[in-house]
């Protein structure tokens, strides 16, 4: 399997609000020896419906996924709780039914997030001349870190990219109040989360805060935004594909000319 | 004690405006989460003990009748008294009458959440006895009419300046002008007021960190010895505990005790680890005349064989709510019964009821640190998704969020009529955002822009991006 054939897992929040993040995904794959390609049939993994205990409307999106992305080598997401919910919460939600618990775990045995894919399982070492001139921090998000062991593999390559300086962030590890509905349903309790997260990075220095999943990114960028902070916040995807001409989250398109 | 779990939204605002708490949580937040790592990285074998205490545990739950009822075979072999109670009413009687037996005026208590949980104290005080905390903490909370914020921290949500007021308040044979600030000064004054009482107390109720069934001994585990003075001096000790603290031998007890203070206070072990088995024996320098155990079953029982079986694992050390961000936001009070944090989440709809308790299980991000640092490895998550399956198929989430869902699902499983419908919003919020890049407010989106700026789109969707990308590149790839 010399150019194994990869189906990207676009993930609802790219597809809607930062597509930058899908075509940095697809270059550093082809850049790792892949074909890639885009199903159109796919909306989300549907972390929604479950995460609110509905079993029901999440196993027919599981289904309609599972039957998008059957045929790829692999699938891979630019998020680690997209990923982790192809991962680690498909074979559970389908464990009593013979028909969709094999093709669950199939696809859950072949599903990965992206950074860690292009290192464990494509063996990138670094990117070659990707320069971005930045004192950059990074936030690790929860279901990344904890159900896939994504920590170190971000690290590996942003280190290789020419200009960036990474200063580790205190509290990396702690969830910056996102969770999805959560931070609609409790959002007095996400704002403070994610206060405490901002107040973190500020206190860094940085002028860049980069991160694996848009959902978190769009968090802590929005707060950083309010707050005034001159901190830009990016997927690290685009950094390390070197697709940064574009705004990062949260700005403004740059005026033509300027 | 009557569950407030219902009142969390409206609790956790309160809380999260009192700067005061704020403060607290921070201190506590640093305090234990820095000594557990300490700790724990100069014991290799930490990760492996865990496993050992998560399947000894479960062993036990597997045969927990079997051992209970060797427990109380060695309780009685020994000399005590095993009292079961189905429900706190039964075990608050069991208490009362054998402080009757003996015509107790004064019960000094060491820290006990299952004593909380039977809303024992009021109980007490109704029926003309006099309770006395002697753990700092549960004394403290015990002159303000306070119920514990933390199982094993019971006045974490106090800063000193509170304490000290409420000792001026509440003890008022003092000097006024004394000095107050240190947490030496409150130790001292407490322990010379506590130590009278002590020596009056004609009962003391202890709750217990394990039932050991192989010796019949109860254990527990305490830093300020008061737990020792409250269960040797006087002439009864009724320890008061709930059946899942059951563990099969002394050895057992080793295992679990090398995880517990390491989780707990980040210490390798508390100051004092006590184990008694029966009352005084003829030639004992010490010890009660009599001893009694009441184990509270107050629906555990009905958990077990179910997907909240794990609950029962818990040694309530804490160290998952020492470690969580919505906890640390909100503190204890905020979940309204004797066990918050993401142990209280995943536990207190089982013993309270899902009506009362269905928002606990949903104030979780599901990041995953407390199953990260649970000793006993419950998967805490895994248990609040339990119950948020049994929540929505009894449909009490509110009715809004559940319309949203179900429109939002209808979408998410029809490709085509999603992709129309993201890509007419798509375009026209990037459209309106475009300028300044995200938003300061947005119809229906108020929940997250009360706080926060929303990040606009860019124009058009990755899906519509994509598509015209591959027809710009089809004829010279072809
Ligand atoms: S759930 Fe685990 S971490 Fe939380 S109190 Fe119980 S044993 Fe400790």
Redesign the pocket.
Known sequence: MDQPRVGLFVTCLVDLFRPVIGFSAVALLERAGCQVEVPTDQTCCGQPAYNAGDLKNSRSIAQSVIRAFEDFDYIVAPSGSCAGMLRAHYPDLFKDDPEWSPRANHLAQRTHELISFLVDIRGMASVENVGFEAQATYHDSCSGLRELGVKAQPRRLLATVEGLDLNELPGAETCCGFGGTFCIKYPDISNRMVADKTADITATGADLLLAGDLGCLMNMAGKLKREGSTTQARHVAEVLAGMTEGPAIGEPEKAPGT | MKPQSHLFKENAKKALNDANLARALNNMKAGFQDKRRATIAKLPEFQDLRDQARDLKNHTLENLDFYLSRFEDRVTEKGGHVHWARTPAEAREAVLEICRSVDAKTVTKGKSMVTEEIGLNDFLIESGLTPIETDLGEYIIQLRHELPSH?IAPAIHLNKEDVAETFRENHTQLDPNRRLDQVQDFTDEARAILRQKFQSADVGITGANFLIAETGSTVIVTNEGNGDLTQVLPKVHIVVASIEKTIPTLEDSATILRVLAR??TGQEYSTYTTFSTGPRRPGDLDGPEQFHVVILDNGRSALLGTEAQD?L?????????NHCPVYGSVGGHAYGWVVP???GA?LDPGLIGLEEAHDLPNASTFCGK?AE????K?P?PKIMHHWRVKEHEAKLSPPRFRQGLAMWAWFARRPRLYRLGANAAIGMLGRLGAKRGRFAKLPLAGGWTAHRDLPAPSRGTFQQQWARHKRSQAPSSS
């Open positions: 199982i989780s707990a609950t694992r818990c040694i309530r050390c804490g160290a998952c709510m944090g993401p142990i995943a407390c640092v649970c000793p006993m419950i805490l």
